[in-house]
């Protein structure tokens, strides 16, 4: 085998790099080799929580592109609707005037692969852009997490190809995490500091996955780590009472809102 695993064209996401960082091993089940995630016992109540989420990330979506979701909230059920008065009366803070695009997907050249993000709603104002992050299931990420690094680092490389007449610096971009429940919210607003760091632990980061064989991708030694992880039939450890398979973060190429992709 190379030591080149990974093909030409490869796309990092957030949810690859997060993957590969809780073990290696998996990385290399899940992208390399592309075994399927097994199987589990269905779990009424994570089975409910997940399509909570879905369902209101789903509307959001379909506001934000200006469509009437009033029919889809009164009969979302109580819970749903509860977040969704969340969201109309403490909703986040976006910029004055701008120009909305759910479910943005964006990715720029690395070398011979790809980094992407996709945006749950990306809000480009007449002077900053906000990434907005709806966090319905697990809670908000802790500070210098990966998703934050990526989505920004992307933003400040690619974005302009959702706004070509404007420049934006790095100060003018931020990214918020908002959960509906309380709600809460977290914001990290991004500087050129920050955009330099964030380069250099990417390509620390992706140069080490790139330069690795598969071979050497084992299980991490932390028994913890498989909690979430339905790979554990693999490894011969046993594993959490439910898993969640993680969806990637970039769409193929399509439309500019939507459900849409940029690629530059």
């Known amino acids: 085998m190379s030591a080149t695993t990974l093909p030409a064209g490869f796309r990092f996401s957030q949810t690859a790099l997060r993957t590969y960082l809780a073990c290696p091993y998996r990385f290399r089940l899940r992208y390399l080799e592309r075994v ?22 789903e509307l959001a979506r379909q506001h934000y592109l200006g469509l009437d979701v009033s029919d889809m909230v009164e009969a979302a059920g109580p819970e749903l609707a509860e977040w969704w008065a969340c969201l109309q009366t403490a909703g986040p803070e976006l910029p004055v005037g701008a120009h909305f695009y759910p479910e943005a997907g964006l990715s720029i050249p690395w070398g011979p692969y790809r980094l992407a993000a996709r945006y749950d709603l990306l809000a480009v104002g007449p002077q900053s852009v906000l990434v907005v992050d709806w ?30 007449d404007h420049t934006y610096a790095a100060e003018d971009l931020a990214l918020l995490y908002w959960h509906p429940q309380g709600p809460r919210q977290q914001r990290r607003d991004y500087s050129a500091a920050q955009q330099a760091a964030d380069h250099a632990f990417l390509q620390e980061m992706i140069g080490e996955i790139a330069a690795r ?34 969806a990637e973060d970039d769409y193929s190429s399509g439309a500019t809102s939507g459900r849409g992709s940029i690629q530059i």
């Open 213 to 246: 064989p598969a071979q050497e991708m084992q299980r991490v030694e932390d028994p913890a780590a498989c909690r979430d992880c339905a790979y554990t039939a693999l490894c011969g450890r046993p594993a959490g009472s439910w898993w969640e398979w993680e």
């Open 135 to 164: 966090k319905t299931g697990r809670g908000l990420p802790p500070a210098g997490d990966v998703q934050s690094r990526v989505y920004l680092y992307v933003l400040s490389q690619g974005g302009r190809a959702y706004y070509p």
């Open 36 to 57: 399927p995630w097994p199987s589990f016992p269905p779990n009424p109540a994570v089975e409910a929580a997940l399509e909570l989420g879905r369902r209101f990330h």
